[in-house]
């Protein structure tokens, strides 16, 4: 693990470097999470809501897509 040397500014804001942030996917405007553990600061990247989205997206094909939506349809027609 690489040691990097960081900069607080006058009011306690910690300045990371862009090496940092494009490794950990820290955007202007995104959030992190910190936590302490063990007297160390550990800063977490929270993904922002595109990212969730992206991740959470299923990809299917034609044919699952028919195959889902009869077996919707049967169902719904069992509890009518």
Same mark, same amino acid.
């Given at each position: 693990? !690489?040691e990097? =040397?960081? !900069?607080v500014?006058?009011k306690g804001? =910690?300045y990371?470097?862009?090496? %940092? &942030?494009?490794?950990? /996917? %820290? &955007?202007?405007g /995104?959030r $992190?999470?910190?936590?302490i !553990?063990?007297? =160390?600061? $550990?800063i $977490?990247?929270?993904?922002? %809501?595109?990212?969730?989205i992206q991740r ?7 044919e699952?897509?028919? !195959?889902?939506?009869?077996e919707?349809? &049967?169902?719904?027609? $069992?509890?009518?």
């Amino acid at each position: 693990m !690489r040691e990097l =040397i960081l !900069r607080v500014g006058k009011k306690g804001e =910690i300045y990371t470097t862009k090496e %940092i &942030r494009e490794k950990l /996917g %820290i &955007r202007e405007g /995104g959030r $992190v999470i910190a936590y302490i !553990r063990d007297n =160390i600061l $550990v800063i $977490v990247p929270l993904p922002d %809501i595109e990212e969730k989205i992206q991740r959470t997206v299923i990809k299917l094909t034609p044919e699952e897509v028919e !195959r889902m939506s009869e077996e919707a349809q &049967r169902e719904k027609s $069992v509890y009518e």
